[in-house]
């Protein structure tokens, strides 16, 4: 299937200066197509091109087989919209009136809306549920609104691309899903093609179909959610020295606290991340096991813990990894036991917290903390 808007060759940049060349991206109805990548890489300038907001330095943007710089500003309006981060200067106008800036492509030169643009308004103020305040003020809402009005606006162009720049930025958890199911919405029920940026990585991973990587002045790669999101490239991508990425869970994590482990974590099913995390908010360093490596616990584990006790994955511990994590033990003076029961495959960790009670060394999270904080006083 052809691409809905591609470009061929495309540089960008600022003043004649290109900051990207040889750019070649594109996107078809139906999909959602993300840039991600660092801060001033140039993910926007790409984005101002594409829209014409930026004169082309060469090559070309082609939008519906046809060179963006051929189109009228009324012909692209039909074709495409655009939310971006900059502030609208919308003074006395109602949030409902600026979702219906976006019929003007479609009214006469006067403006006016017709009965059938009204109701197109309204179901664009549904789709983004901005119901409650339409009738507001657009420059008394908060950003959060702001941004979910002018997502209606673009849907009132009736637009078969919408280019979107960082369009979760301003939003809340619960907002940011609620637009993004939006655009999903328009990608499968509308034959909608989207092109954004995000700088939320876990969104990026989940929403998109396919992501293009901006860095270093170039293109750096171009592929499906599986091939981008992986641990590594994500480090080189964004240069990250602290802390680490996760693709699998597509979170990031701080560094482990640092010096030698003063307690030693029994955790497993997602029991020990809430004390890995507490543990290492407070500077005190811990070792961690007995973990299978598909165990919930690992991952986490495995960014924070200065050591941890692991097995494969489905592998029953050995008497040798029992006597390490034994000794390991011994050697931090302390055990916290975040498992409250033991299944029959998890004997290995039961003997550990029953060594640990016989030798006196069976502590509680809070004596621990109260312990690291009188160490810091």
């Keep these: 299937m052809e691409y809905y808007i591609s470009t061929e060759k495309l540089a960008v940049g600022y003043d004649g ?32 091109t594409m829209i014409r907001e930026l004169r082309l330095l060469a090559g070309t943007v082609v939008l519906d087989g046809r060179s963006i710089t051929e189109m009228s500003e009324r012909e692209l309006a039909k074709k495409q919209a655009i939310v971006m981060t900059e502030r609208l200067q919308a003074e006395l106008m109602t949030c409902w009136d600026v979702a219906a800036t976006g019929r003007y492509p479609y009214t006469g030169r006067l403006g006016i809306l017709s009965a059938e643009d009204r109701q197109k308004v309204d179901e664009a103020i549904r789709l983004v549920h901005a119901e409650d305040y339409a009738e507001s003020l657009f420059q008394k809402v908060s950003d959060g609104q702001r941004q979910r009005l002018l997502l209606a606006r673009a849907i009132c ?3 078969e691309v919408i280019v979107l720049d960082e369009p979760t930025s301003f939003l809340d958890i619960r907002h940011k899903l609620e637009l993004l199911d939006v655009l999903k919405t328009l990608v499968r029920e509308r034959n909608v093609a989207v092109v954004m940026s995000l700088h939320e990585l876990d969104l990026a991973h989940k929403v998109s179909d396919r992501v293009v990587c901006v860095a270093d002045r170039r293109i750096d790669r171009i592929g499906t959610p599986e091939e981008i999101f992986r641990d590594d490239y994500i480090r080189t991508l964004y240069g990250i020295e602290k ?23 029994i955790g497993g099913g997602g029991a020990g991340v809430p004390l ?31 050591d941890v006790v692991s097995v494969p994955a489905y592998r029953v511990p050995d008497e040798e990894t029992v006597r390490k994590a034994k000794e390991m033990i011994r050697k931090c003076g302390s055990v916290i036991c975040a498992v409250k029961t033991f299944e029959e495959g998890n004997r290995s960790n039961r003997e550990l917290r029953d060594f640990a009670d016989t030798e006196g ?3 509680t999270q809070e ?7 009188g160490a810091a006083l």
């Design 17 to 48: 200066v290109p900051l990207i060349e040889n750019i070649g991206i594109g996107v078809r109805r139906g999909e959602i197509l993300t840039l991600i990548g660092p801060n001033g890489s140039g993910k926007s300038t790409i984005l101002k």
């Design 243 to 265: 802390g680490s990425y996760n693709a699998l869970f597509g979170n990031l994590e701080m560094e482990p606290a640092k010096g030698e482990p003063k307690v030693f974590v």
């Design 367 to 373: 004596e621990v903390l109260i312990r690291a904080k």
């Design 361 to 363: 060394l069976l502590v």
């Design 276 to 306: 890995y995390r507490t543990l290492q908010r407070s500077g005190v360093p811990f070792s961690a096991g007995i973990l299978q490596e598909n165990d919930l616990d690992w991952p986490t584990a495995h960014a924070l813990a200065a």
């Design 157 to 159: 162009q009736e637009p």
